[in-house]
């Protein structure tokens, strides 16, 4: 697949097939992401490859530890966020809520609920920074993880940025032995899309461009 085609058609995946990946094909996708830009070039990212049953402890690890002490997912960040923001947040829920009532009314809460669990993907990329590194850093694990993301999406895969799951970091670090110096940063869940599930057939829109360029000639 060509550079702009992974571009233009990538998109989020919230539902898996029940097939394992092979390690060389993720071994792949990692060393695209590694070929990431970054500051000084100093590669400031860490992934922690999950799967098995490891990731089976850490979706019950997680379970648990919501059902002794839920924390609030609040996507407008408590109204403290620019209206327009927040309506897009909202534009995006309202036009998945028909797909994701087609699932049952016991997944009306499938977005949180499915985060949490990484949408039963059969393997999870966690990416991690050092915590005396400065924020800006966090600028090039973002471009690891769109690396990351395209090079899955030309490859056959299908993945989900998910940092809801950082609500729980304690649960993740503790799980998973990661190091503590490191900060975990973001979540991909990664697999092969299920052509049959509903909610893999919406792709979120985007606003006119215009409302997001200021040319200065």
């Not at 394992?20 to 990692?30: R, S, T, V």
């Not at 830009?37 to 990212?45: D, E, G, L, R, V």
């Not at 059902?67 to 996507?75: E, F, I, L, R, V």
């Amino acid at each position: 697949m060509d550079t702009l085609t992974a571009l233009r058609e990538r998109k989020t995946v919230r539902g898996f097939l029940d097939k394992d990946i092979p390690k060389p094909l993720i071994q792949e996708i990692l060393l695209d992401a590694h070929w990431a830009p970054s500051a000084s070039n100093q590669q400031p990212w860490h992934f922690h490859v999950v799967t098995g049953n490891t990731l089976c402890t850490l979706n019950e690890n997680i379970k648990a530890a919501r059902k002794k002490k839920q924390k609030t997912y609040d996507p407008s960040k408590g109204k403290t966020i620019p209206p327009e923001y927040v309506e897009r947040t909202k534009t995006l829920f309202r036009e998945l809520r028909p797909l994701i009532s087609s699932l049952g009314d016991e997944n009306r809460s499938f977005i949180e609920s499915g985060s949490y669990r990484f949408y039963d993907a059969p393997a999870v990329l966690l990416l991690s920074m050092h915590q005396d590194l400065p924020s800006n850093r966090l600028l090039d694990i973002g471009m690891a993880a769109q690396n990351c993301m395209l090079s899955a999406h030309a490859r056959g895969l299908g993945t989900c940025a998910i940092a809801l799951t950082l609500l729980y970091a304690e649960i993740i670090q503790e799980t998973l032995a990661i190091e503590k110096d490191l900060t975990p940063v973001l979540s991909i869940a990664l697999g092969y899309p299920d052509p049959e599930f509903p909610i893999n057939n919406y792709r979120s829109p985007r606003d006119n461009l215009e409302k997001f360029v200021s040319w200065k000639d």
